[in-house]
């Protein structure tokens, strides 16, 4: 029931992991050019060693096939995948496809299109895509195969031909259904254990892992905006006083000010006890970042904290403008924003300094 579910509705899987699926498909093709272009050489040579010729062309034939891939995919960039490397898939193994349906047909009609069949019950070990999407790959594929074999039977093996459509599609459909299965979750897992690995459990904000690189990759292109780390006043007083439960709360609590205070391509994270930094992109000027500060101070009024206890949280906060000609890397920005940080701190604290 699982599998028929599978393929009658489409896995959310396919919508909010394109990116990572298109990418896993492009490795896939990469990989694929790569034995299609060595295997067939193995072949080859045994049957020059057996000295039986019969197969030598069609898998010289293969062979210079996935080597021109391989050539066209070293001269793309074999680490810049297509924007919809899945379709080019699709592309890619449609003229193996069809060139093993003719030898079938040609040289062995009695088997009833062994190698296809082996072909096409291979294809969702391949290709990641939406479940329908492949069955319907697989139930064109199955029927011009069948028109295939009739062309070059003379329409003499119908029987044949109905019984090779049979079990070519049940065969590659039930196995799509299980190899599918098993794909989306390990894509699942996957996307979870990397979401883990650069996110912050407890607040949600990217770890200092996943922000450094993201802030990394923003000064590496050279982009305008303003880099600051923002610390929580006497932080240590809400833990001591009332727990570290209320220490929590009050650390989730100004994460989601932070996010609701920030632009969508903002970059934010936690790296550790009552402190957090971030990164927006865009022109700032010293007076837009005070009002992005207040915007942030206004918002601890309806803290947890705040509410229960009437007592205010504050927070103090260092800020670097970048103006896009600066060669900065993390680690210098982070100091200079941490001098700044302690800046205010020294001048009174619940206040903006900023450079």
Known sequence: MKILKLFTK?????NNYHDKINELNYERISKLSM?????????????????DY??????????????????????????????????????VIIPILLFASIIDAYYD????????????????CLILDRPVRIGSFLGIVALTD??????????????????????????????????????????????KLAYQSEHDGMTGLFNRVGGEKRISQYLEE?????????????????????GHDTG???????SGILTESSGEKDVLMRIGGDEFVGFAEGIFSEELIQRRFDRIRSGLRWTRFYRKHKQKITLSMGAVILDGKTDYSYKTLYKVADDLLYTSKRNGKNIMTAQ
């Open 35 to 51: 034995m299609g272009a060595t295997l067939p050489v193995i072949a080859v040579i045994y049957f020059a060693i057996v000295g």
């Open 54 to 91: 019969e197969g030598s062309m069609e898998s010289v034939i293969i062979m210079l096939y996935f080597a021109a891939l391989r050539i066209f995919l070293k001269f793309h960039g074999e680490d810049r995948p297509f924007k919809n490397a899945t379709l080019f898939f699709y592309l």
């Open 10 to 14: 489409d896995d959310d899987v396919f």
């Open 146 to 191: 069948g028109i295939i074999f009739d062309i070059f039977n003379d329409g003499a093996a119908v029987v044949d031909i109905r019984s090779h459509l049979v079990v070519t599609s049940v065969v590659s459909i039930i196995i799509s259904g299980y190899v599918l299965k098993i794909q989306i979750e390990n894509v699942r897992r996957g996307e």
């Open 222 to 242: 050279g982009c305008k905006g303003f880099f600051y780390l923002i610390d929580v006043d006497n932080f240590k007083y809400v833990n001591d006083s009332f």
């Open 248 to 254: 929590d709360e009050v650390l989730e609590d100004i």
């Open 109 to 124: 009609p009695d088997e009833q299109g062994f190698t296809s069949l082996l072909l096409l019950c291979a294809i969702p």
